[in-house]
């Protein structure tokens, strides 16, 4: 049975919501605060994952993780952020639908990190391969590139909404990532203990002195204005290295050199527009302008971007008024001259969480508005896909009611009467517009609706509301109340740049200063107002809305535990606030008003089948019945559940719970169970390694026993036969010495009578002053004619050609002898150079054979007439043996047909012989099939007759792997030639000892565990011609060989 885990097993708290009982508000937070102690940070609501920000990490991320949720059930295993991720890829790589992830909660609880868990996790169980990994591994770095991030009291960086698209494989091609509510203000003014964009920091920390020159900047962040001083180190930030890591991710995401390059300056002018400062100055009609107090910044700037200096510095100075054909250039005041300027789809949605600050203005407000667009949709689709699945389940459905946030989403964005249709309408009209009549218009129009508050308006139950000053509004959130201050609200959505800024950026020599300021193209030039931030974030948050309505919604709501930003601490009242305007209590709700808990039939008999009989261990139908059965045991009341298509669904957690219980008791008698058997299991099993170690024990005893006294008599042997050889070679080497020095002295003795005599018989007849010349000539010429005449007679060329011409004369003995000497090694020499190397291979083995069995075997003079050829099979040419030859990895040294001799009858039976370097090998002559393989160095000798017989035994090692059915007896034709081979093989073996050849009638053969004698006799003339082998008795195989002429 395979065993698998689930959101059940060991759980702390309740890891869905939906089975918590009873259902409160306070059981609901209790629950949250004994996962978060216990870092269990993810819990359900159904399908919905609830995220609690553990502010440290947690060693829950690894790659075996990964592969734990890699295509398993969502609720297979205990709540966790891959299984969202794993059940959102699945259904849109299998189910071909597309998918969007909704990431919403307030800003500090863990969004961006999620989204980027979430991607993470798809790029790390999708396919593999150079162009996917090159685009996984964009879409993960582009987080250092677009996240827009600083250092504030909440954590802000932009909202970002990412597509990701898929090919039919699951693979992803690319992706398309929209940026939301960028707080563009913050390059100018930062609250206090905040800091401006980290990329300022990172450049002037992390960046090379090198590249600093090039940008015209100072390490020294006190010199720049835009960049604050009390927050500008923050604890646990390295800047430098998130430089870098910036840096390369630019690489990954496309960028080359030079675009980083442009981006970099562009960075750097912002610092130097933060530094150039202007003072008002009259002119003489009255009007004020405004002149630049220190022109070295704006130099900098001007050759950083490629812009001429007096363009930007008039640009900075006026601007220009068209109407129709007309233009008006007009003077800016200091106060206007400040730098305003400062295939299948996933859809992953971070973004900003709702907000309540005690200043809440503009960007609140629109923040605000996109998470009621957002909780809307959420309400609407959770809706509208649990009916979907009580619908596709077959199972009845009651529509429950629910608070609809719509009326608050028309408040703000309705065309005619909407918030922000009256901020555009003030905007837009002429005469005195601030934020005071903006306030006024809402004061008239608004003041009638629920959720609108205000102290000036008609409502006269607000007038003595002291909590609501007289320049602020408050709406009633789904969220709670939020207090909005006026102050600003008109100047923040009319966000203009004027065109003479936009025109002068359009003439820099900078390419990406060009595509950024499209709008400065003079041949472009648009009269028409361009729409203010409010209408554009509307336009985007429809967009948004339209897109994710088209897809699987799958949501992660993120809670902050504290304010501290701090690990293990939990404020009761922060997460209980955010559990009610996220509407998770509404949420379980919603799932409990049908069925708490629902599970496919599969794995739900799989983990309750031991609580009936019948369906235990193995249930053999259908799922579906196993499960029917199972609750029909059970006696579960038939309204507590209701069988769907695919699933059953519980309603009570109740019901649930009494099925864990029973089959926790279950589990208890199934595991004392297992602990007997297992006991037993091992209690028998040491008793029969106790057994088998007793019997090895004994038998390495008597090996021991047995080795020992075979040493003693071998080391004693070994001492008797060095003293017999030793006395032997001595008493040799006395004789030899003994007979040399007699010939030595006979020789002396005739030499000095020889010449005693010839020159007493000579010295008479010569004068002495004439003796020597006569004699050197006499000497010379008797030289000359037996050189002269041995030239004439020399015998052939024949190097076994034992003639020789006879000496003349004997003092010629000597030079006699050495000539003939000379002569022989010569005629060898001249003799072997007519040799190829395999002729001298074939002569080596006939010399080999020679030494082996001349005087030994008498069937060695009849072989030695015929060439060794060596494949007589040709088994490298003939189809028939391929199989046979590819079986072989070594080269065939020799083929041949041999008759393996059966020790039950004698008969011989035909095999092929292959002989390697390495094995010889015995294959079925018929089919090829190899029936033996023996390792040469298993070959401890081999036996023959003195006979002309070709029987031969391979004897073979005892305790070697090839020596379990014993030795092979065979018959072969060319016996002579493979004893020779093997023999050659073990020889030129440096590894191996060199073959013994046991040359005698009569030997022993190991067959299994017997022994057999082979005996050769000659036959008579009753046996006929040939060699006949037969058995007499089970120890005894007697070989009739015929008697030779």
Not at 108 to 137: F, I, P, W
Not at 423 to 452: M, S, W, Y
Not at 942 to 962: H, I, M, N, P, R
Not at 994 to 1021: R, T, Y
Request: net charge positive; charged share 25%; hydrophobic share 35%.
């Amino acid at each position: 049975m395979e065993v698998k885990t689930s959101l059940l097993d060991n759980m702390i708290g309740v890891g869905d919501m939906v089975l918590l009982e009873p259902l409160s508000e306070d059981s609901f937070l209790d629950n949250l605060r004994k996962r978060f102690d216990h870092n269990e940070i993810y819990t359900y609501i159904g399908s919905v994952v609830i995220s609690m920000n553990p502010y440290r990490s947690l060693p829950i991320y690894t790659p075996d993780k990964v592969e734990e949720y890699r295509n398993r059930n969502f609720y297979e295993l205990s709540p966790h952020i891959y299984a969202l991720a794993d059940e959102a890829y699945r259904s849109l790589r299998d189910q071909d639908k597309d998918q969007c992830i909704l990431i919403t909660g307030e800003s500090g609880a863990g969004k961006t990190e999620a989204s980027k868990l979430v991607m993470s996790y798809v790029a790390a169980v999708c396919g593999k391969g150079q162009e996917v990994n090159k685009v996984k591994e964009q879409l993960l770095q582009s987080n250092p590139v677009l996240e827009g991030e600083s250092k504030t009291l909440h954590p802000n960086s932009g909202g970002k909404y990412m597509d990701i698209e898929f090919d039919f494989k699951g693979d992803p091609l690319g992706g398309v990532i929209s940026n939301y509510l960028l707080e563009k203000s913050r390059v100018v003014k930062q609250p206090r203990g905040e800091r401006n964009f980290h990329i300022f920091y990172q450049l002037l920390s992390g960046a090379s002195d090198d590249t600093l020159k090039q940008l015209k900047l100072d390490r020294d962040f006190s010199k720049y204005n835009y960049l604050s001083l009390d927050s500008a180190v923050v604890n646990g930030l390295d800047d430098a290295a998130n430089f870098r890591t910036v840096r390369n991710a630019m690489q990954i995401v496309g960028f080359m050199e030079d675009e980083v390059q442009s981006v970099l300056e562009l960075v750097a002018a912002v610092l130097k527009l933060g530094n150039i400062e202007f003072k008002p100055e009259s002119r003489c009609n009255g009007t004020d302008e405004s002149r630049i107090k220190d022109k070295n910044d704006l130099k900098e700037m001007c050759e950083l971007l490629g812009i001429e200096q007096s363009v930007l510095e008039r640009a900075f100075s006026y601007r220009t008024v068209e109407a129709k054909m007309e233009k008006v250039s007009t003077t800016l005041n200091v106060s206007q001259a400040q730098a305003k300027t400062r295939h299948k789809v996933m859809g992953v949605l971070d973004i900003y969480g709702f907000e309540i600050f005690e200043d809440n203005s503009f960007e609140q407000f629109i923040i605000n508005y996109c998470n009621e667009k957002l909780q809307q949709i959420f309400i609407e689709l959770t809706l509208r896909e649990e009916q979907e699945e009580y619908v596709r389940e077959g199972i009845e459905w009651t529509n429950i009611e629910y608070f609809n946030n719509a009326i608050i989403c028309d408040l703000i964005e309705n065309n005619q009467n909407g918030i922000l249709a009256m901020l555009d309408e003030e905007c837009l009209r002429p005469g005195t517009v601030t934020d005071e009549t903006f306030l006024d218009k809402l004061n008239t129009i608004c003041a009638e609706h629920q959720h609108f508050e205000s102290r000036l308006s008609k409502n006269s139950k607000f007038l003595t509301d002291h909590s609501l000053p007289h320049n602020c509004f408050r709406i009633q959130h789904y969220a709670g109340k939020v207090l909005y201050r006026v102050e600003g609200f008109v100047d923040k959505n009319n966000d203009l740049l004027y065109r003479d800024l936009s025109q002068a950026m359009y003439k820099a020599n900078h390419s990406l200063i060009k595509q950024l300021f499209p709008e400065g193209n003079p041949a472009k030039v648009n009269l028409k107002r361009p729409l203010t931030a409010g209408s554009q974030f509307k336009t985007s948050v429809g967009t948004l809305m339209k897109n994710l309505q088209t897809k699987n919604p799958n949501y992660i709501r993120c809670i902050k535990p504290n304010d501290k930003k701090a690990s293990h601490i939990f404020t009761d009242s922060l997460v209980r606030h955010q559990v009610r305007y996220l509407g998770l209590m509404e949420n379980v709700r919603v799932r409990r008003a049908g069925y708490a808990f629902r599970q496919a039939y599969e794995p739900c008999l799989e983990r309750y089948k031991m609580l009936c009989k019948k369906t235990w261990p193995h249930w053999r139908g259908p799922a579906r019945e196993g499960v029917e059965v199972l609750m029909a045991d059970l006696q579960v009341p038939a309204e507590e559940f209701s069988y769907g298509r695919s699933k059953i669904f519980i309603r009570n957690p109740r019901t649930l719970f009494f099925l864990e219980e029973r089959r926790r008791q279950c589990l208890q008698d199934l595991a004392t169970l297992i602990q007997k058997i297992y006991r037993g299991w091992k209690c028998r099993s040491q008793f029969l390694l106790l057994k088998q170690s007793q019997i090895v024990v004994a038998a390495w005893y008597r090996r021991f026993a047995q080795q020992k006294k075979y040493q003693n008599i071998k080391s004693a042997t070994t001492v008797v036969q060095s003293y017999t050889r030793g006395w032997q070679a001595r008493k040799l080497l006395r004789e030899l010495k003994y007979q040399k020095r007699c010939e030595e002295a006979v020789t002396t003795i005739a030499a000095f009578w020889h010449g005693t005599q010839v020159r007493r018989e000579y010295r008479k007849f010569f004068r002495a002053n004439a003796g020597k010349k006569i004699y050197d000539f006499t000497i010379q010429r008797i030289m000359q004619k037996y050189f002269l005449g041995l030239k004439t007679t020399l015998p052939s060329m024949s190097p076994i050609d034992k003639n020789w011409p006879a000496r003349p004369y004997r003092f010629l003995d000597g030079v006699h002898t050495e000539l003939r000497r000379i002569f022989h090694l010569w005629r060898c020499k001249k003799y072997r150079g007519q040799f190829t190397e395999e002729r001298k291979a074939v002569y080596e083995e006939k010399l080999e054979a020679s030494e082996i069995f001349k005087d030994k075997k008498a069937l060695y003079p009849s072989s030695v007439s015929q060439p060794f050829k060596g494949d007589y099979l040709e088994i490298s040419k003939n189809p028939k043996y391929q199989k046979l030859n590819s079986a072989v990895d070594e080269k065939v040294l020799l083929a041949d047909v041999v008759n393996k001799i059966n020790r039950a009858n004698g008969k011989g039976t035909a095999r092929i012989f292959l002989l390697t370097k390495k094995s010889v090998v015995l294959a079925d002559q018929k089919t090829g099939q190899v029936k033996a393989s023996v390792p040469l160095p298993d070959v401890a000798s081999v036996s023959v007759s003195t006979q002309s017989d070709g029987f031969f035994a391979l004897k073979l090692k005892e305790g070697s792997a090839s020596a379990v059915k014993g030795d092979f007896l065979l018959s072969s034709e060319h016996l002579i030639e493979i004893i020779t081979k093997l023999h050659r093989i073990g020889v030129t073996a440096a590894d191996r000892e060199q073959l013994n050849i046991d040359i005698s009638d009569e030997f022993l053969v190991q067959f299994k565990q017997d022994k057999v004698c082979v005996k050769f006799i000659q036959g008579g003339p009753k046996n006929g011609s040939g060699v006949s082998c037969k058995r007499k008795n089970n120890r005894l195989l007697e070989v009739s060989v015929p008697t030779t002429a």
